[in-house]
């Protein structure tokens, strides 16, 4: 197969590119430049995609013999992961930018430029299993597993996405620990072996998110009030300078009067209202998903799962119904047992009930969560 790598300049997707070569397939390596000012990116170890990150990608590829390219996609980063992350915020939101930034650009537009030019799929470094299974109709559907890792599993960032990409994908380390992958990057001799992992969100180069989104999004005072009375405790300068389940930073003197500490239980951007209260207050046993994917059969209706609503969260066993379709499709999830701090903006991926667990089944995007019965 002609197979486009996706190079990021780090030790795993150097090493997917490699397997890849040694299976035999026509591979190409490409970065994605998603900025227009390389500065406004993290460099060293603490981020991705860097002007350092390129050189690295670079290197590897000429120890691997195989074309490289690097190709500019800042104005869709921009509009689709970097736009979407503030807009996302001042909606009172949790986004996960990395989730998106699969989603949007590595399958979806590098996918799409890639297919354009003939390749037949793109390789990454993610840490998943992907494979196919045969339909009664003779055709095939993409099956989307956890990885071998559990440290390392990637399946919650990629359960995103549709099969239709995940038909045209490969994720040569799957069945792979993270110190297998390390080694095999020395022994070859690969020169991003010792490379840290990257962290953090690699077009805030400060790591300041409040900062970041108050420069872009300006003050929207607000209050901050008491989720048991109602009352006002303080005041703030925008929603977006807050998650559901935050306790530090809130602008507050002190604990409740009970010596509890305080955690962030509800934002409501319209009023401009942030609600604290204590832990009891962020448990959740039941929520609202919009743009539902499925990798299963689209006439499901209602189906037992485990949810994940965290990238390395544990999953919670539930019941997941769908409510409509086309674009105004939803699921409604009931949980089992509540969870702690769900919120608007994060991905609901579903998998496989117990004892097949590791199979992905879709997910949507959470757009409300219910708290369980609170009596102060």
């Not at 795993?12 to 299976?23: I, N």
């Not at 290197?59 to 992350?85: K, N, S, T």
């Not at 306790?247 to 604290?276: H, S």
């Not at 609503?309 to 674009?327: K, S």
């Amino acid at each position: 197969m002609r197979v486009l790598a996706a190079m990021s300049g780090g030790v795993d997707s150097a090493v997917a590119a490699a397997r890849a070569v040694a299976a035999g397939h026509e591979v190409v390596g490409v970065h994605l430049a998603l900025s227009a000012d390389p500065a406004t990116l993290r460099t060293g170890s603490r981020g991705c995609c860097s002007r350092e990150d390129a050189g690295d990608a670079r290197r590897v590829a000429d120890l691997l013999g195989i074309p490289f390219y690097v190709w500019d996609f800042a104005e869709r980063f921009r509009a689709d992961v970097i736009d979407d992350f503030v807009e996302s915020y001042a909606r009172g939101e949790t986004p996960n930018p990395c989730l998106r930034c699969n989603e949007r650009i590595k399958f979806e537009a590098l996918l799409d430029r890639g297919t354009a030019l003939g390749f037949d799929a793109v390789a990454t470094g993610h840490y998943a299993r992907l494979s196919t299974e045969e339909l009664p109709d003779g055709s095939r559907r993409p099956v989307l597993r956890r990885a071998v890792d559990p440290g390392k599993d990637q399946s919650y960032v990629l359960g995103v996405l549709t099969p239709e990409q995940l038909a045209h994908s490969m994720f040569p380390l799957g069945d792979s620990l993270k110190s297998e992958v390390r080694a095999e990057a020395e022994a070859a001799g690969l020169p991003v072996a010792s490379k840290p992992d990257s962290h953090d969100i690699c077009f805030i180069p400060s790591g300041d998110t409040r900062a970041f989104l108050g420069a872009r999004i300006g003050l929207r005072p607000g209050a901050v009030v008491d989720a048991d009375t109602g009352d006002e405790l303080g005041r703030h300068e925008g929603v977006y300078g807050f998650t559901i389940g935050q306790r530090k930073g809130l602008g507050l003197e002190g604990p409740a009067a009970d010596g509890r500490p305080r955690y962030v239980t509800a934002i409501d951007a319209d009023t401009g209202t942030v609600t604290v209260g204590g832990s009891d207050h962020l448990l959740s046993a039941s929520m609202t998903a919009s743009s539902p994917y499925w990798l299963v059969d689209d006439d499901i209706r209602e189906t037992r799962c485990q949810v994940q609503i965290r990238a390395h969260g544990e999953a919670t066993p539930g019941l997941v119904r769908r409510i409509g379709d086309g674009p105004d499709a939803r699921l409604e999830i009931a949980l089992d047992q509540p969870v702690r701090g769900v919120a608007p903006g994060q991905a609901a991926v579903l998998y496989r009930p117990e004892p097949e667990g590791d199979r992905v089944l879709g997910s949507g995007t959470i757009t409300a969560a219910v708290p369980i019965a609170h009596t102060p």
